[in-house]
């Protein structure tokens, strides 16, 4: 059974830094796409960033150059470091294997 754990999150003042961790089992890790997703309050969820197998990394506009993606494939996690952060990033955040199984979500505030 797959089982996806997010971890991470908490209220952060504008400019500061969050990494977020998500912990897959379950899976043959390293062969899957991961993704991090966004919902704010109101809001549709929305792709924040995606890391294929082979390690390329893909970004929404509204991120770029602020949260960096990566995958540890011996600890079956993919990580998402945050800086700069806005309250505009405030949402709850979701990780996902390949779109198909999500996690429950972890809280981001950014908030002074």
């Known amino acids: 059974q797959v089982q996806v754990v997010e971890s991470g999150g908490g209220l952060v003042q504008p400019g500061g830094s969050l990494r977020l961790s998500c912990a897959a089992s379950?899976?043959?890790?390293?062969?899957?796409?991961m993704a991090w997703y966004r919902q704010a309050p109101g809001k549709q969820r929305e792709l924040v960033a995606r890391i294929t197998n082979t390690g390329n990394t893909n970004y929404a506009d509204s991120v770029k150059g602020r949260f960096t993606i990566s995958r540890d494939n011996d600890k079956n996690t993919v990580y998402l470091q945050m800086n700069s952060l806005k309250p505009e990033d405030t949402a709850v955040y979701y990780c996902?294997?390949?779109?198909?199984?999500w996690g429950q979500g972890t809280q981001v505030t950014v908030s002074s």
């Open positions: 996902t294997v390949a779109g198909d199984k």
């Open positions: 379950g899976l043959i890790f390293r062969i899957y796409t």
